[in-house]
């Protein structure tokens, strides 16, 4: 296991589409963690995971956001109704244990475009 | 207000030079993250820093935990330190970003 992965890389949707994403974290971590940036700002946290517990979700999470981690280890990330204001690169991120004070593995991001 | 602020924004330095970011916070935190973007977007954690001082290679990085500051310090700077360097601090439950410092480094 070589480190997070994500997929797809890249999604163009149009607006009103749903999209879903997928994170693989690292084999055996607990913590997994889903962040939202835009072009030339820091990311901002969106929710994270405790095993297949969702802990914390912001308020940026709105009803059309939602995540889950059925097995406690890959996690899904679906917008539903896309809006244009959508348009960002979504990051996942893990960490191994049980402390939210640990190193995160970053994933490489998808990129989503809405039209 | 963001709950952290870093400076500067932009920084470009010449090869060789000792470089230095400041990161400032607003919140109560149980620990602090320098994170390393290089374009195309890939994020790397650099430090995770609770009190103290940390150092690997040439990058430094300390914490005062009572004025609520960090500096990530870059010695003798090489064109591929490059890329966009980010503050983190997690409060317990929630994560907060400042906006990054981009830093480009002239051979």
């Known amino acids: 296991d070589t480190g997070v992965s994500q997929n797809p890389r890249h999604k163009i949707t149009k607006r009103g589409q749903n999209v879903t994403f997928r994170c693989d974290p690292i084999?055996?971590?607990?913590?997994l963690y889903w962040y939202r940036q835009t072009l030339g700002q820091g990311p901002e946290f969106l929710t994270y995971?405790?095993?297949?517990?969702?802990?914390?979700k912001s308020r940026l999470l709105s009803d059309r956001f939602s995540a889950e981690r059925p097995k406690g280890s890959f996690s899904t990330l679906e917008i539903q109704r896309t809006e244009q204001g959508d348009s960002a690169m979504y990051l996942c991120a893990s960490s191994p244990g049980l402390a939210a004070t640990e190193t995160q593995y970053f994933g490489p991001g998808t990129r989503l475009l809405v039209l | 207000k963001n709950e952290v602020e870093q400076s500067p924004q932009n920084l470009t330095a010449q090869e060789g030079e000792f470089i230095t970011i400041n990161c400032s916070y607003s919140v109560g935190i149980s620990a602090l993250h320098w994170l390393q973007q290089h374009p195309g977007g890939g994020i790397v954690s650099l430090f995770m820093l609770s009190s103290g001082k940390k150092k690997h290679g040439r990058l430094i990085a300390t914490i005062n935990i009572q004025e609520k500051h960090s500096s990530l310090h870059i010695t003798a700077s090489h064109p591929r330190d490059s890329a966009v360097y980010i503050c983190a601090v997690n409060t317990g439950n929630q994560f907060y970003f400042g906006t990054g410092t981009s830093l480009t480094v002239i051979p």
């Open positions: 995971f405790q095993n297949e517990a969702q802990l914390e």
């Open positions: 084999s055996e971590h607990n913590r």
